[in-house]
Nanobody
Framework: QVQLVESGGGLVQAGGSLRLSCAASGAIFRINAMGWYRQAPGKQRELVASVTSGSDTNYADSVKGRFTISRDNGKNTAYLQMNSLKPEDTGVYYC??????????????WGQGTQVTVSS
């Protein structure tokens, strides 16, 4: 099993910044990708940003130029730096990781979610 622990959410005014962290631990042989998704009230969960083991990144169009995802491979941790936040960025942010486990099975895991609220 793999566990994800998220931190860094909170309440911020529009134009402000937050940094989310997601630490993975457990039966990990290799992390293939880590990503952040968000879910606003009444909406489906959507991809915000992801990063592969080769440091290739992918961003939702709505956050390009404002958010930056990064990884610390030594710590099995991903970060999401969110700048110039807008009220429409409000939602629960979930960390996701796709791993090769120590039992050689592929795993896909989610964090518990952290609330981000941007006030206007």
């Amino acid at each position: 099993q793999v566990q994800l622990v998220e931190s860094g959410g909170g309440l911020v005014q529009a134009g402000g910044s937050l940094r989310l962290s997601c630490a993975a631990s457990g039966a990990i042989f290799r992390i293939n990708a880590m990503g952040w998704y968000r879910q606003a009230p009444g909406k489906q969960r959507e991809l915000v940003a992801s990063v592969t083991s080769g440091s290739d990144t992918n961003y939702a169009d709505s956050v390009k130029g404002r958010f930056t995802i990064s990884r610390d491979n030594g710590k099995n941790t991903a970060y999401l730096q969110m700048n110039s936040l807008k009220p429409e960025d409000t939602g629960v942010y979930y960390c996701n990781t796709k791993v090769l486990q120590t039992d050689w099975r592929a795993g896909d895991y989610w964090g518990q979610g952290t609330q981000v609220t941007v006030s206007s």
